[in-house]
């Protein structure tokens, strides 16, 4: 318990140190500090991953101290609340665009609902800080980052190579019988892969500044349609298809095998950079799946609580009843008898002390 008030109060591990210290309070039937736990973590005031656990542990507290209006009303506040959060992450699992860029702001902490998806602003910023990614997202992240760095030298390289071989056969050499991916035919994969970034870098901009659905639609149909051109660009990339280039001793010669080994790398970056692809696409949805299944969870456990709620009024009424009959008046009756109660802050009470009072015996002094 007493490690998590060493927590620094501007750590980001502060919403966890109180959750879990609070959870420990709860478990030893200490519920005075877990509450002033719990309202510590609330009135930080900011989303934590921890929220919707909090806030069953909360009501479930009331439960334990006999609040069951407070504790009901806490309930039912959470099913109200995270019933859409749990449906849209259900939604999100087959929107891999959107689940990229809604994880991409978790990780990176801006705000999740800058961008337009098709969940509410205020539900994907609650799933950007519920959501719990694997460390091995991060990872593939870098990964794929790194490797498009490289294949993005390379290509530059493949085209430098292609200008030199240009020139060696203006000037009298063998003609090259390649082209580079940046400056070749059309169906090339390096420029139909910049092609559709340009034109996915578009659409968000239009999506963003609210365009009409029209050319939203048309500007998405020529995305797709870059997209799957992509197959059989790659399918084209020279020397792919396991042609041998003719080598030789001098300077075209070399060009050419140059050439060739870095068509082979190109081919087999792209190869690896798909796989990292599927990996990070895969690492996403078991995140949001793992956040569906902890919500669908918690929404089972608070609409059983709110049946013990029921049954803790219904017992508590009960209980009275019988104090009732037994002649026990609840606090509330016995505080009604008080004449204190009815007072105004000008007024005072002197209580009753008898009809007859010493001090109004009158000519009776002095006599034996």
Known sequence: RYYYYLVPQDSERLAEALYESATGRYEKKDYESARELLDELKALGVHHRYEDE???????????????????????????????????????????R?????????RGGTDAAADPSGVTPDA????????????????????????????GGLRGSMGQLDGLMRTVATVGGVRPN????????????GRARAEADGVRRQLD???????????????????????????????????????????GADLPGL??????????????????RMKL????????????????????????????ARIESVL?????????????????????????LEATRYLKDSEEYWPFEGDDWPDEYVGGEGIN
């Open 98 to 106: 959107t689940l990229m860029r809604l994880l991409d702001a978790s």
């Open 178 to 189: 390649s082209e580079g991916l940046g400056e070749g035919p059309p169906q090339s994969p």
């Open 205 to 247: 901009a239009l999506e963003r500044a609210h365009a009409p659905a029209a050319e939203i639609a048309a500007m998405r149909a020529s995305l797709q349609q870059i997209e799957s051109s992509l197959g059989p660009a790659r399918d084209a990339i020279p020397g792919k298809d396991g042609a041998t280039l003719p080598e």
């Open 312 to 336: 803790g009024r219904k017992r508590a009424l009960e209980v009275e009843v019988e104090a009732l009959s037994a002649g026990v008046l609840p606090q509330a009756a016995l505080d009604s």
């Open 54 to 96: 909090a806030w069953i542990l909360s009501a479930y507290l009331d439960l334990a101290r006999c609040r069951f209006e407070e504790a009901d009303a806490q309930l039912k506040g959470f099913i109200v609340r995270y019933e859409p959060v749990r449906d849209a992450a259900r939604r999100l699992a087959g929107d891999e």
């Open 277 to 304: 692809l599927e990996a990070r696409t895969a690492l996403a949805k078991d995140a949001v799946n793992r956040l569906n299944q902890r919500l669908s969870r918690l929404l089972r456990r608070a609409r059983l």
């Open 255 to 272: 060009l050419q095998t140059d050439r060739a080994s870095a068509t082979e790398f190109y081919v087999a970056a792209d190869a690896a």
């Open 124 to 151: 994907a910023r609650t799933i950007a800080a519920l959501v719990r990614i694997d460390a091995g997202y991060g990872v593939v992240s870098k990964r794929l980052a790194q490797l498009e760095q490289e294949m």
